[in-house]
């Protein structure tokens, strides 16, 4: 259902496999904490929530993002995780050109990742179209680790990236082969966008880390998830308090 008020969107991928670079594939999807730490914050703060994909299909839990190795072997942390990404409404995902009548209340736009995002975000229009909007109106996005791979998007083939040229931090190289999927990924997300005309900031490997430039706020990997929604929470509520209503203007 769409709602009345103005929302947040959280700009998810559908994808479900990751096509490696040898042909393989694997399952893939949303990373679990990537998007319930930010959900949960945004949740508490009171901001409505409506989850979009570009095809309007649900998105699914990565299954990489509940492993115990890539939890610092934290079973605690482990369970909690699939418990609560079980409870996520993902099946009330809504395509991008459903919400154009109602695209005048959205205040804000968080992309989380996961591995599924390098498949259907680069490359959809409907997603180029969304971040072209959100420029335009100077509203804020955040891109956290693979969910910087929307970035790519294009509205229309041969013309501009809405956010290209602007600093941005993404899930390093360096990181990725530290990973088990060393040599296989597709391609590298870092390499993708600095090819593309964006300024990438790396940190440190693991570290929490969120760019900030002008309306485009970024975090490297999942250990940035919580700093980069309260980043992107206290701009929504910043330009709430400056129009003077709540959770819009």
């Not at 959205?106 to 680069?122: S, T, Y």
């Not at 997603?127 to 072209?132: F, I, N």
Request: proline fraction near 8%; include cysteine; glycine fraction near 8%.
């Amino acid at each position: 259902m769409l709602p009345s008020q103005p929302f947040l969107a959280f700009l998810l991928s559908s994808a479900q496999l990751l096509r490696l670079r040898n042909g393989d594939t694997i399952a893939t999807g949303v990373w679990a904490e990537e998007l319930l730490l930010p959900w949960q914050e945004f949740r508490t703060a009171g901001w409505p929530i409506v989850f979009l994909s570009p095809d309007g299909k649900p998105a699914q839990i990565d299954p990489q993002s509940l492993l115990l190795e890539n939890l610092a072997g934290d079973q605690d942390k482990q369970s909690s995780l699939a418990h609560e990404s079980a409870r996520l409404p993902l099946m009330d995902t809504l395509s991008i050109a459903s919400v154009l009548p109602i695209l005048s209340a959205m205040r804000g736009v968080f992309i989380p990742g996961g591995n599924g995002p390098l498949m259907d975000l680069p490359d959809s229009s409907e997603v180029g179209r969304l971040l072209h909007e959100c420029r335009r109106r100077k509203l804020p996005v955040a891109t956290l680790c693979h969910g910087s791979a929307a970035l790519l998007a294009r509205p229309d083939p041969g013309e501009d990236r809405p956010f290209s040229g602007f600093q941005v931090s993404c899930f390093q190289k360096l990181e990725e082969e530290q990973t088990s999927l060393a040599g296989r990924w597709p391609f590298h997300l870092e390499e993708e966008l600095r090819g593309c005309g964006f300024q990438v900031i790396s940190g440190a490997p693991w570290q929490a880390q969120v760019v900030q430039d002008r309306d485009l706020f970024s975090g490297q990997n999942p250990a940035s998830a919580l700093p980069l929604a309260q980043a992107l929470l206290a701009r929504l509520e910043e330009n709430r308090r400056h129009r003077g209503s709540k959770h819009g203007y």
